[in-house]
């Protein structure tokens, strides 16, 4: 799951980055409405976590161009402002949640993990395929429930292949899906992660195989017992 992250303070969208991150999420965070929009322009997003006082405009600028071009894609505003009329203008003007600053790290994450289970959203608590299972929440890789320890990134790309099992996962959505712009990836970086993945399930006997179908992308499917 991507976030974008819109956030001029740069210590606490430094904190809130690092914090998503551990729960799973890959974050690109910038400190304008010009760079944001920009970003929205080449990336598919899952969730957008909006600051409402930024350097080149007001939050809601960006949230009222996102809804009048029909993009539905969540909004959740994090700000200091916390008069009712402020809240009243975010959701009525098409934000999906409210939050305001001071919070604690784990309700932000419990709340984009409530709007990304909404119907229609990407999001399920528990993903299963053959005899492994994922919880999102925890990120806890288990088979025939039984933990198995997963690195953080690993995770995420099973995460991503499990809410396509049976389907073709591209390339590119893998790196769009797992990298931020400011990591720095080679053109062989899925592979090896993936090559690593499989590795560590293997031992397990999970009842999956990750199939890789060359220029085209990787599909996890269910093996036959």
Do not use: W
């Not at 007001?58 to 996102?66: H, R, V």
């Not at 993009?71 to 959740?76: G, K």
């Not at 419990?110 to 608590?125: D, E, F, V, Y």
């Amino acid at each position: 799951m991507r976030i974008l992250l819109v956030e001029d303070t740069l210590r606490l969208a430094a904190l809130v980055s690092q914090g998503l991150q551990a729960n799973g999420f890959t974050v690109d965070s910038f400190a304008t409405l010009e760079d944001a929009s920009a970003a929205l322009r080449t990336v598919v997003y899952q969730v957008v976590v909006l600051d409402l006082g930024l350097p080149d405009g007001d939050g809601f600028d960006l949230l009222k161009t996102l809804r009048q071009e029909k993009q539905s894609i969540p909004v959740l505003i994090l700000t200091a402002r916390d008069g009712v009329e402020d809240r009243v203008r975010g959701l009525n003007g098409g934000a999906d949640d409210y939050l305001v600053k001071p919070f604690a790290m784990e309700e932000l994450v419990a709340r984009i993990r409530a709007l990304l289970r909404r119907p229609g959203a990407s999001l399920g608590t528990v993903l299963t395929c053959g005899r492994m299972a994922l919880d999102t929440v925890s990120r806890e890789v288990s088979v025939d429930g039984q933990a198995l320890a997963v690195p953080r990134r690993e995770t995420e790309a099973l995460e991503l292949l499990l809410r396509r099992a049976g389907r073709v996962v591209p390339k590119r959505a893998l790196e769009e899906g797992l990298y931020s712009f400011d990591d720095d990836i080679s053109s062989n970086t899925v592979e090896v992660l993936l090559s690593r993945l499989r590795k560590r399930l293997l031992p397990t006997s999970p009842g999956v195989a990750i199939h890789t179908l060359r220029g085209v992308g990787y599909m996890l499917v269910e093996e036959e017992a």
